[in-house]
């Protein structure tokens, strides 16, 4: 009973737990009841994947009606895989939030706090799961509309700006995702997604569909924060709470980088998407001028969360490049970078959430000596820088050398070049927080002792979770190339 | 006499327009979240104009089998989400827009980056 109705468990679970978690009222309790909520996605998301990789996609229908009528969940090897990248770092940043938010949110607002942060994950796990376009807006409108309202908790008040930026940005952006659905409805009748994919063929030669392929892409776009859509991103992640900055930075981007592959793979089709509308043609230098100028950016910022937010719209414009050679190893780059940099970014952020809770501020100049005064805490970030850099050893070297190979399969060398130059710039700016770190003395009379073993150990996990998938890649890498071959539909 | 049997699509796109111009162009907080606002109901009269057949009534199936006209129910359905969705997206601005005037003092977006600049 409970097994073959795991599909919507994945998301009603933790749907039913968010108004559960403020019921309850205590924060000890929301919190248990969040973290409960994480473990079960987790449990549910690993569950699923391992019965995708071993009997191939699963189909379910809500209720029981059947499908053009009905919801559909349709779940393969891709979303699967996201499931799992969402509910891992959902089980990972909640145990972990505990003591951080305790410092960082006022004590009458942490059940609501809880609250928030698990319909989000409902959200990102709903858009990953649905086989219905429409229901795809409802969840990513419930994710973002829980995001603003945790970003607005931070304590500084650009916070405030900051939430009210993405507010308006974010539903420009899930409007033109609306805008788009609806075109392709008048045009094909239908709403579901494997339906969509067999009708729209059909009347792809007129003009709506290309205006709703447009639509669709800008409002995408928008949501994953593509250069030179990406304004929102670095206030956001810098001024939100170290919890609320880890979860999203490697999941809500992640889910945006998945709907792009799903509507313009799936729906659209690859050979639509880049053989007649030309896809690649825009995604592709949007991607290298994201990798460089926004690398640059970040070697210029004097608060570190900011740098690490300007260096994820680089690392993202690596996702997107991957997915722009629309080639199985291409898309396969992508969506192994998509695992791999929400593993190195939740580790980076919950290292820079440790140093907020010790020394009240993330700003570069106020981590002198850290590299003594919190070992475990700077150890996590230099490991994580190097993983964000791509040195062997680490899941970004997987990562990296995954993409080169990509570009130089297709001949485009200087492609290659750019993304070799992206990991120089990668060197510096995380080279600006460890010299700091490691180089310059402590203030006297600091105090700063480590983080608590509560932030630490997570923190960890995730660090040893760059190393192990860097040492042994055949998993993650076997799992998206099976994805990229789905998504491309070709045969294995 | 084509384009102006399409007038629902041109109130959309007049409606659509002025609502992202509002947003782009005033500094007021308030007032961009009325843009955006304004933005949202193009879209909503968008998806209910698509579905609309004129005579057409409810979709309800006659006791003697006889067959009627009727309108699309879905895309009404479809925009009553997104009626929601649309007002719980203004409540959290404005809640917003509230905490921004008691931290600042003001909802002029100039004036506020003037502030953080000063920081």
Same mark, same amino acid.
């Given at each position: 009973m409970i097994s073959e109705n795991l599909p919507v468990l994945q998301v009603v679970v933790p749907l039913l737990m968010a108004p559960v978690a403020v019921l309850v009222r205590r924060p000890r309790w929301s919190w248990l009841v969040a973290t409960a909520a994480a473990f079960w996605a987790f449990a549910v998301a690993v569950t699923l994947l391992s019965r995708v990789l071993a009997h191939g996609a699963?189909?379910?229908?809500?209720?029981?009606?059947?499908?053009?009528?009905?919801?559909?969940?349709?779940?393969?090897?891709?979303?699967?895989?996201?499931? %799992?990248?969402?509910?891992?770092?959902?089980?990972?940043?909640?145990?972990?939030?505990?003591?951080?938010?305790?410092?960082?949110?006022?004590?009458?607002?942490?059940?609501?706090?809880?609250?928030?942060?698990?319909?989000?994950?409902?959200?990102?796990?709903?858009?990953?799961?649905?086989?219905?376009?429409?229901?795809?807006?409802?969840?990513?409108?419930?994710?973002?509309?829980?995001?603003?309202?945790?970003? &607005?908790?931070?304590?500084?008040?650009?916070?405030?700006?900051?939430?009210?930026?993405?507010?308006?940005?974010?539903?420009?952006?899930?409007?033109?995702?609306?805008?788009?659905?609806?075109?392709?409805?008048?045009?094909?009748?239908?709403?579901?997604?494997?339906?969509?994919?067999?009708?729209?063929?059909?009347?792809?030669?007129?003009?709506?569909?290309?205006?709703?392929?447009?639509?669709?892409?800008?409002?995408?776009?928008?949501?994953?924060?593509?250069?030179?859509?990406?304004?929102?991103?670095?206030?956001?992640?810098?001024?939100?709470?170290?919890? %609320?900055?880890?979860?999203?930075?490697?999941?809500?981007?992640?889910? &945006?980088?998945?709907?792009?592959?799903?509507?313009?793979?799936?729906?659209?089709?690859?050979?639509?998407?880049?053989?007649?509308?030309?896809?690649?043609?825009?995604?592709?230098?949007?991607?290298?001028?994201?990798?460089?100028?926004?690398?640059?950016?970040?070697?210029?910022?004097?608060?570190?969360?900011?740098?690490?937010?300007?260096?994820? %719209?680089?690392?993202?414009?690596?996702?997107?490049?991957?997915?722009?050679?629309?080639?199985?190893?291409?898309?396969?780059?992508?969506?192994?970078?998509?695992?791999?940099?929400?593993?190195?970014?939740?580790?980076?952020?919950?290292?820079?959430?440790?140093?907020?809770?010790?020394?009240?501020?993330?700003?570069?100049d106020a981590m002198s000596g850290l590299g003594r005064t919190m070992p475990f805490t700077m150890a996590a970030f230099v490991l994580g820088g190097f993983s964000l850099i791509g040195v062997p050893l680490t899941v970004g070297f997987i990562s990296k050398w995954y993409l080169v190979r990509a570009a130089l399969e297709q001949g485009m060398w200087p492609v290659a070049v750019v993304v070799l130059i992206g990991s120089l710039l990668a060197v510096i700016y995380v080279w600006k927080v460890v010299e700091v770190a490691y180089f310059r003395p402590a203030p006297e009379d600091h105090g700063i002792q480590e983080a608590p073993l509560a932030m630490l150990i997570p923190t960890w996990i995730l660090v040893l979770a760059n190393l192990w998938f860097g040492i042994d890649a055949k998993l993650t890498s076997g799992v998206a190339i099976r994805a990229a071959q789905t998504l491309l539909g070709v045969g294995r | 006499m084509r384009l102006l049997g399409l007038y629902n699509y041109w109130i959309v796109v007049g409606l659509m327009m002025i609502g992202f111009y509002t947003m782009i162009s005033r500094g007021n907080l308030v007032k961009k979240l009325v843009g955006l606002s304004v933005f949202q109901t193009s879209v909503m009269i968008l998806y209910i104009s698509m579905g609309k057949i004129f005579g057409g009534t409810a979709p309800i199936l006659l006791e003697d089998g006889e067959h009627v006209v009727y309108t699309n129910p879905i895309p009404s359905v479809l925009i009553l989400t997104a009626i929601v969705v649309g007002v719980a997206t203004l409540a959290v601005g404005l809640a917003l827009v509230v905490r921004i005037k008691e931290a600042y003092g003001t909802i002029e977006e100039d004036e506020i980056h003037e502030q953080d600049d000063v920081m």
């Amino acid at each position: 009973m409970i097994s073959e109705n795991l599909p919507v468990l994945q998301v009603v679970v933790p749907l039913l737990m968010a108004p559960v978690a403020v019921l309850v009222r205590r924060p000890r309790w929301s919190w248990l009841v969040a973290t409960a909520a994480a473990f079960w996605a987790f449990a549910v998301a690993v569950t699923l994947l391992s019965r995708v990789l071993a009997h191939g996609a699963i189909d379910y229908e809500i209720g029981g009606w059947p499908a053009p009528w009905g919801i559909a969940y349709r779940i393969d090897e891709v979303n699967a895989f996201v499931l %799992v990248i969402v509910s891992t770092i959902a089980a990972v940043v909640l145990p972990y939030a505990k003591k951080s938010v305790e410092r960082e949110v006022e004590e009458d607002r942490l059940p609501l706090f809880y609250t928030a942060l698990t319909l989000c994950m409902t959200g990102l796990l709903g858009i990953t799961v649905t086989g219905d376009v429409f229901n795809v807006f409802v969840f990513l409108e419930i994710s973002s509309l829980s995001a603003y309202a945790l970003i &607005a908790l931070g304590q500084d008040r650009r916070a405030l700006t900051a939430s009210y930026q993405y507010l308006i940005m974010g539903s420009i952006g899930a409007t033109f995702i609306v805008i788009g659905i609806g075109l392709m409805y008048v045009m094909t009748g239908t709403l579901n997604m494997a339906d969509l994919a067999q009708r729209l063929p059909g009347v792809a030669a007129s003009r709506t569909i290309p205006v709703a392929f447009g639509f669709l892409a800008v409002g995408i776009s928008l949501k994953l924060a593509l250069f030179p859509l990406h304004l929102w991103l670095p206030n956001a992640y810098a001024s939100a709470p170290s919890t %609320v900055t880890a979860f999203i930075a490697s999941t809500a981007t992640k889910v &945006a980088v998945y709907m792009l592959l799903r509507f313009f793979f799936t729906i659209f089709g690859a050979a639509f998407s880049f053989d007649v509308m030309h896809l690649d043609r825009i995604l592709m230098p949007l991607a290298l001028v994201a990798i460089i100028t926004m690398s640059l950016s970040a070697i210029y910022q004097r608060n570190a969360k900011r740098l690490l937010a300007y260096s994820s %719209v680089a690392q993202i414009g690596y996702m997107v490049l991957g997915i722009s050679f629309a080639s199985v190893f291409g898309v396969a780059a992508g969506i192994l970078h998509l695992f791999n940099h929400a593993l190195m970014k939740g580790a980076l952020f919950m290292a820079m959430g440790c140093v907020m809770y010790r020394v009240g501020s993330t700003r570069v100049d106020a981590m002198s000596g850290l590299g003594r005064t919190m070992p475990f805490t700077m150890a996590a970030f230099v490991l994580g820088g190097f993983s964000l850099i791509g040195v062997p050893l680490t899941v970004g070297f997987i990562s990296k050398w995954y993409l080169v190979r990509a570009a130089l399969e297709q001949g485009m060398w200087p492609v290659a070049v750019v993304v070799l130059i992206g990991s120089l710039l990668a060197v510096i700016y995380v080279w600006k927080v460890v010299e700091v770190a490691y180089f310059r003395p402590a203030p006297e009379d600091h105090g700063i002792q480590e983080a608590p073993l509560a932030m630490l150990i997570p923190t960890w996990i995730l660090v040893l979770a760059n190393l192990w998938f860097g040492i042994d890649a055949k998993l993650t890498s076997g799992v998206a190339i099976r994805a990229a071959q789905t998504l491309l539909g070709v045969g294995r | 006499m084509r384009l102006l049997g399409l007038y629902n699509y041109w109130i959309v796109v007049g409606l659509m327009m002025i609502g992202f111009y509002t947003m782009i162009s005033r500094g007021n907080l308030v007032k961009k979240l009325v843009g955006l606002s304004v933005f949202q109901t193009s879209v909503m009269i968008l998806y209910i104009s698509m579905g609309k057949i004129f005579g057409g009534t409810a979709p309800i199936l006659l006791e003697d089998g006889e067959h009627v006209v009727y309108t699309n129910p879905i895309p009404s359905v479809l925009i009553l989400t997104a009626i929601v969705v649309g007002v719980a997206t203004l409540a959290v601005g404005l809640a917003l827009v509230v905490r921004i005037k008691e931290a600042y003092g003001t909802i002029e977006e100039d004036e506020i980056h003037e502030q953080d600049d000063v920081m």
